[in-house]
């Protein structure tokens, strides 16, 4: 059966795990990390960098490095001011008003960007597994709405995965905690703090069921706050003194950015940190340094405010379990940012007792979404995952107000009908304004979309009978559809406002994304190319220096061949290449012959001497150093298949 993964689309990390021997492992990636940063870039050649590759360039590069795109999965522009600020790319208006990234004149959705990452995870554990992987487990904030789950679908299909779910990642963790202890019956919390978000979400789990009893969180709350009160703290001080804010240069600002996140993660483990960024700026007196040390008490001190919009969520999550805090029996940290001395007091603040130290933060979550891959395909038995929608979901009726649907924390898959009526006499087209959120007037809340039902039989107010269906599938994402009763007539979701992709425009990215493979693969077939004619020329110089006796003319043809096959690498031609590189190659079978007919000669046809094989283009017993090798070509060998599936 065809490998399922489990993957934790991060954030700042991804990670891609799977089953073995029905046990989640995490799968390297082909830098052999664990983690792979949720990073893309498109350097100044045109060339695709994502992961490792594109962190470490960010700093020279920092208008063309796209990280935390997880913020601006499936957003408006309206609801991403605070997210912008924190970026250096360029964040613009998409046809709906919808968040994307301008990257050398080209704008990009989040889910294409998202997908980027997701290849390389995909591809990484082909690598891995030696066979090809097509379906996947994602996860995303139990906080996520509709919107964001429908992109981290898309940007799955945009990748060539089918996924076959996506599920909450307190949750995932809690799979992944749980999954040996099924004797035992708990209440666990899991805190989740990542780069970008907070979850709270309190699970029951016991006898193999995990039944998520609420969940809440933060959808603008993680690390990254943290990271950018000290860019604010760094950039003041430097203000002060030099009179320069720092912020406003793209390249001082992507340094400070990971001076910070530095500076926060040593303050994690010690309790005063030195910042040095030497040549950070200029002007007319010369270049200028930064240099100045926090204490993490000051640190702490700065972040009280952070620290303090935790308690809200964790706080509603439990009485919405209907619990108190003394009830939870396991809290589990999850989430890189939970590792902060001052997160880690506050959880023991709150509840009373030490938060549970026993897993990890970065990777439990894509270990969870691994077993739940195995419980889809059937190599997991005995667990079943009953999880629950975040928000309540409604429609807006007459005087702007919600009736709600479907409730919060309403186990799902699940759905709610309710019958309305019109509010106008001879009113033949109703309106159907879907909104998520807790508050009670419309306005105050998510607008998921609007669509109309049109062509009801014109009748008195309050006569037809208009029938609203929600639906919610497992993965949390939902359909809704609205029935004259009178007259039969259905209309589906069509939510014009929605930044879910229509299919044309999947569809195309699908396209694009192939066309990137397919120019990957040219240039990785170029880069071997000229690695075989380096060592060719290598073996040939070699050959030559090593044997004196071999035939002067055969020698000046050697030389020859060489020289012209150095002129077409420079050239950059690759058809030149490939056929000077054909001749040298016979020169060089010929050399061998002549010296294997000698040493025949020389040693009466008996062996002791050395023999030489054209064979793979290196002498045997010499192993070449390949000084053009393939450093610098990122491998990224993809393949795209899409799930077929249609719009959600
Ligand atoms: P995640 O999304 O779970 O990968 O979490 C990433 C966030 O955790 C980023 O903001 C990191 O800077 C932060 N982080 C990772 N390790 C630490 C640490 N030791 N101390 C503080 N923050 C950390």
């Not at 904030?141 to 919107?147: G, L, S, T, V």
């Not at 007196?285 to 993490?296: E, M, P, Q």
């Not at 009763?485 to 589906?492: D, F, P, V, Y």
Request: proline share 4%.
């Amino acid at each position: 059966m065809a490998k399922v993964v489990g993957i934790d689309l991060g954030t700042t990390n991804s990670v891609v795990a799977i089953l073995e021997g029905g046990k989640p492992v995490v799968i390297p990636n082909a830098e052999g990390s664990r983690l792979t940063p949720s990073v893309v870039a498109f350097t100044k050649t045109g060339e695709r960098l994502v992961g490792e590759l594109a962190k470490r360039q960010a700093v020279v590069n920092p208008e063309n490095t796209v990280y935390s795109i997880k913020r601006f999965m499936g957003r408006f522009m309206t609801e991403v001011n605070e997210e912008m600020k924190l970026v250096p790319y360029q964040v613009v208006a998409g046809p709906q008003g919808e968040a994307r990234v301008r990257l050398q004149g080209k704008d990009y959705t989040p889910q294409e960007i998202s997908s980027m990452i997701l290849q390389k995870l995909k591809t990484d554990a082909e690598r891995y597994l030696g066979e090809s992987v097509t379906k996947a487990v994602i996860t995303v904030p139990a906080y996520f709405n509709d919107a964001q789950r429908t992109a981290t679908k898309e940007a799955g299909q945009v990748a060539g995965l089918e996924v076959l779910r996506i599920i909450n990642e307190p949750t995932a963790s809690c799979m992944a905690y749980g999954m040996d202890k099924q004797d035992e019956t708990l209440t666990i919390l899991v805190f989740d703090l990542g780069g970008g978000t907070f979850d709270v979400s309190i699970l029951e789990a016991g006898g193999g069921v995990f039944q998520v009893k609420a969940t809440n969180g933060d959808t603008h709350l993680g690390g990254d706050n943290w990271d950018q009160l000290l860019i604010d703290w760094m950039a003041e001080k430097f203000k002060a003194q030099n009179g320069i804010d720092l912020r406003k240069d793209r390249m001082a600002l992507q340094r400070l950015k990971e001076a910070a996140e530095k500076a926060k993660i040593e303050l994690s483990q010690v309790t005063q940190t030195n910042i040095n960024l030497p040549f950070i700026t200029a002007d007319a007196s010369g270049a200028k340094h930064l240099d100045v040390t926090i204490t993490r008490s000051e640190f702490e001190k700065m972040s009280l405010n952070l620290v303090e919009r935790c308690a809200n969520p964790t706080r509603q999550a439990i009485s919405d379990a209907g619990l108190t805090p003394e009830k939870i029996d396991r809290i589990l940290l999850v989430g890189g940012a939970t590792r902060m001395p001052m997160i880690q007091e506050f959880v023991k603040r709150f509840f009373g007792k030490d938060p549970h130290k026993d897993i990890n933060p970065d990777e439990c979550v894509a270990l969870g979404a691994a077993v739940q891959a195995g419980v889809l395909v059937g190599e997991v038995k005995n667990i079943v995952l009953v999880d629950v929608t975040p928000l309540s979901l409604g429609v807006e009726v007459l005087g702007g107000y919600v009736e709600k649907m479907i409730e919060r924390n309403t186990a799902i898959p699940t759905s709610g009908k309710k019958v309305f009526t019109t509010a106008a006499d001879s009113q033949t087209a109703v309106e159907v304004h879907v909104i998520q959120g807790e508050r009670a007037m419309a306005g105050d809340n998510k607008s998921l979309g609007k669509f109309m039902l049109t062509d009801i039989p014109p009748a008195p107010r309050g006569i037809p009978q208009i029938e609203v269906n929600f639906e919610i599938d497992s993965n949390g994402i939902l359909n809704v559809t609205a029935k004259d009763l009178a007259s039969g007539k259905q209309t589906g979701i069509r939510l014009t406002g929605s930044t879910n992709l229509p299919k044309t425009e999947i569809d195309k990215m699908i396209k694009e994304s192939e066309a990137y493979a397919e120019t990957d693969k040219k240039k990785k077939e170029e880069a071997e190319v000229k690695s075989q004619a380096d060592s060719l020329i290598y073996t040939t110089e070699k050959t030559l220096k090593d044997i004196p006796n071999v035939d002067s003319a055969l020698k000046g043809k050697a030389e020859e061949g060489m020289k012209k096959l150095k002129e077409a690498m420079d050239s950059n031609d690759m058809n030149r290449i490939k056929s000077e590189s054909e001749s040298l190659k016979q020169v060089l079978y010929e050399v061998s012959s002549s010296v294997y007919a000698q040493a025949g000669a020389a040693a009466g046809g008996s062996g002791g001497k050395t023999v030489w094989t054209p064979q793979g283009e290196h002498p045997v017993g010499n192993e070449p150093s390949s000084p053009g090798g393939n450093g610098g070509v990122i491998d990224a060998d993809y393949r795209v298949e899409g799930d077929g599936e249609g719009k959600k």
